[in-house]
């Protein structure tokens, strides 16, 4: 039988919305995943993962909202199709992928500013 594992993740990150969403794909290419829909009006965006031996992809969904003009709040669903077999295996990979989202993301802004810092 066949089911999902659902994880969510609410995030405060000290950027504008838009260089958010402008670095936000380089990171994605970076986890080597795919943007399977995006939105850049309600700044939405639908990611699948790869998958692995005996581990299905997971399904990201990531909203930003800005909060102020400098601060943006990143809400991420992830689930992950599992299966009876597959249950123990699958334990925590949902949040572990977010958590690379996150860690991914966070270096490539932390590279840009420094970047423009030295310019």
């Known amino acids: 039988m ?8 609410d995030v405060e990150v000290d950027y504008p919305i838009q260089q958010l969403w402008e670095g936000i794909p380089k990171a994605i290419a970076k986890l080597e995943w795919t943007i399977e829909e995006s939105n850049q009006e309600k700044h939405y965006l ?11 992809p ?4 990531l909203f930003l909202t800005p909060i102020d003009d400098k601060t943006t709040r990143m809400l991420i669903a992830g689930e992950t199709p599992v299966t009876t077999v597959t249950s123990v295996l699958e334990f925590r990979r949902t949040r572990e992928r977010i958590e690379q989202l996150i860690v991914a993301l966070a270096q490539h802004m932390e590279k840009q500013q420094q970047s423009q810092q030295q310019q």
């Open 2 to 9: 066949a089911y999902t594992r659902e994880e969510t993740e």
């Open 46 to 56: 639908t990611l699948k993962t790869q998958g692995a031996f005996l581990s299905y």
């Open 58 to 61: 997971s399904n990201i969904k």
